[in-house]
């Protein structure tokens, strides 16, 4: 009898034996398919590119109007990969319900992080010269973006840049830090600071609003790092 059951054992090389009970080796948290990396990294790439534009208006504020419309089109490219991940995880039916809620909040909060920078520079439209705080959040929005697309290229090879992914994540937070303290400066610059008229209150309400945007989105980049994390402790997508 013994020796009956241990020829049926190895039989079962693809699976675990508990107890005399087999268990299926399961693949969860790996991927199960490279269609959502290439998602995740043209939704990183255009997060760069929006950062790069933000960058690009603080150098030169005569680009308003162009930065503006690209920024544009890049919300409706990211929107619409947004979509195609929503659809993909729908039909997909290799993923538990945990993991289909891990990777839509994650490609929200990165679409999120466009959307930010995208309604700050529409606001900007609405001023007569560039706000000073968009010029120092906008490096650091960019190198976040930058440290959010190298995590996401890690996530193809998990196992080899797990300590890679994890660097970048506490980068993240770090630069969120820093969007704290300017944040913090200007808040109280911009609520302490006698005004002379009604025209500068309300300009100084619409740099306010600016600064929350900026620092919204720089708290979507931290949100994103979160995810991020999550995907790095189960090990995958």
């Known amino acids: ?28 948290f790996l991927p199960h398919d490279k269609r959502f990396f290439e998602l995740f990294e043209a939704l990183a790439e255009r997060a760069v590119e929006a950062a790069e534009l933000l960058v690009d208006l603080s150098n030169d ?30 039909f997909d ?13 994650f490609v929200h909060n990165l679409d999120n992080l466009i959307d930010g920078v995208e309604k700050a520079v529409r606001r900007v439209t609405f001023t007569q010269s560039l706000p000073e705080p968009v010029i120092e959040f906008a490096p650091v929005i960019l190198e976040a973006a930058k440290e959010i697309r190298t ?5 193809r090879e998990m196992r ?12 993240i937070n770090e630069l969120e830090n820093e969007a704290d303290e300017i944040n913090r400066r200007w808040l109280r610059k911009l609520m302490t600071t006698p005004t002379s008229s009604s025209d500068e209150v309300l300009a100084r309400l619409l740099v306010k609003e600016i600064v929350d945007i900026l620092e919204d989105t720089m708290d979507q980049c931290e949100d994103v790092a979160n995810i991020l994390e999550t995907f790095r402790l189960k090990g995958g997508i």
């Open 151 to 155: 995590a996401v290229y890690c996530l």
């Open 93 to 105: 039916h290799t993923r538990v319900t945990e993991e289909k809620g891990d990777i839509r909040y």
């Open 1 to 28: 009898m013994k020796r009956g059951k241990l020829q049926w054992q190895r039989h079962l090389s693809p699976g675990f034996l508990i107890n005399d009970v087999v268990l299926p080796r399961m693949s969860v």
């Open 61 to 90: 504020y005569s680009r308003l109007e162009e930065v503006s419309r690209q920024l544009e089109l890049l919300e409706e490219e990211a929107d619409s990969i947004v979509h195609e991940v929503v659809h993909e995880l729908f």
């Open 160 to 171: 080899c840049k797990e300590g890679s992914l994890e660097a970048r994540c506490i980068r």
